[in-house]
């Protein structure tokens, strides 16, 4: 992608596979980038955790598109109140066990596992 067709997308977040050399062999990573910039590194499992997570936030993010509409266009609730159960709806959605949006960015966990400059070297 040039330059100028990137600068009128704006940042672009993708994920790039990677390995680290160790002294017993090689141990694989995921890396999430922003632009040319690593943002997170991630063990395989995480990663794989991690896009669980954006597809159920997906998943929420639809339901409460739904929720919102159904609730201004059929109940006739003007937006500030349907956003004010849908935050409640949210919560209780969360404690139930079902996916729910992430409420704080402490929900979401990077590993430095996989930079130890003593033992490892990025190859990819």
Same mark, same amino acid.
């Given at each position: 992608?040039?330059?100028?067709?990137?600068?009128?997308?704006?940042? *672009?977040?993708?994920?790039? +596979?990677?390995?680290? %050399? #160790?002294?017993?062999? *090689?141990?694989?990573?995921?890396?999430?980038? %922003?632009?040319? #910039? *690593?943002?997170?590194?991630?063990?395989?499992?995480?990663?794989?955790?991690?896009?669980?997570?954006?597809?159920?936030a997906?998943?929420?993010?639809?339901?409460?598109?739904?929720?919102?509409?159904? +609730?201004?266009n059929?109940?006739?609730?003007?937006?500030?109140?349907? =956003? %004010?159960?849908? *935050?409640?709806? #949210? $919560?209780?959605?969360?404690?139930?066990? $079902?996916?729910?949006?992430?409420? =704080? #960015?402490?929900?979401?966990?990077?590993?430095?596992?996989?930079?130890?400059?003593?033992?490892?070297?990025?190859?990819?």
């Amino acid at each position: 992608m040039s330059q100028p067709e990137n600068e009128q997308l704006g940042s *672009v977040i993708w994920a790039q +596979s990677g390995i680290a %050399k #160790r002294k017993d062999g *090689v141990e694989p990573f995921v890396q999430l980038m %922003k632009d040319d #910039r *690593v943002v997170g590194q991630f063990t395989v499992e995480l990663a794989r955790e991690f896009a669980g997570n954006l597809l159920a936030a997906a998943e929420a993010a639809e339901s409460d598109a739904i929720f919102t509409l159904f +609730s201004t266009n059929e109940l006739g609730m003007d937006l500030e109140t349907a =956003s %004010k159960i849908l *935050v409640a709806f #949210r $919560k209780y959605r969360g404690a139930s066990g $079902k996916p729910s949006n992430a409420t =704080s #960015r402490n929900e979401f966990v990077v590993t430095d596992q996989h930079v130890k400059p003593d033992e490892t070297e990025e190859i990819g």
